[in-house]
């Protein structure tokens, strides 16, 4: 009989997925065109973070779109409450919104992904 079968499976134990260990840093793990807007590309980044790591202040011409894997973040926005930011949250950032982040006490693990306007830089530092 199967039906015993596939309700054993579901009682079991998952097993962890073995996960690509970036290094510290935001890694850069995709860029290309996109074609449904052309002069514009998407990239996205691998943020690995250490316990209270700070991104300074910047900014994008273009969206800023955060998934957090693991770990968690506090999100600062220029005129803006901050964010805090634990596993499975995620967060549009607008273009031209000034913002700076800091690593939680665990640090952080998270996508990012932009869409950049091919004629720009990704980022735009900006002073304290």
């Known amino acids: 009989m ?11 134990t998952p097993t962890a997925i073995p996960v690509y260990a970036s290094p510290q ?5 995709l860029e290309g065109p996109i074609e449904s807007a052309p002069g514009h590309s998407l990239v996205v980044g691998d943020l690995n973070m250490p316990a209270g790591a700070e ?8 969206e800023e779109f ?26 549009r950032i607008a273009p031209g919104v ?3 982040g800091k ?8 996508l990012s992904s932009w869409v950049k306007d091919d004629a720009k830089p990704l980022r735009e ?4």
């Not at 991104?55 to 273009?62: F, S």
């Not at 955060?66 to 967060?91: F, Q």
């Open 2 to 12: 199967v039906l015993p079968v596939i309700a054993s499976a579901c009682a079991t």
């Open 25 to 29: 840093g935001i890694n850069q793990v």
């Open 55 to 62: 991104i300074p202040r910047h900014y994008h011409y273009g």
């Open 66 to 91: 955060i998934y957090v894997l693991g770990g968690s973040a506090t999100l600062s926005r220029a005129g803006m409450p901050d964010v805090e930011l634990h596993p499975g949250d995620s967060l």
């Open 98 to 100: 000034v913002h700076w």
């Open 103 to 110: 690593a939680g006490p665990e640090g952080v693990r998270a």
């Open 125 to 128: 530092p900006v002073r304290e």
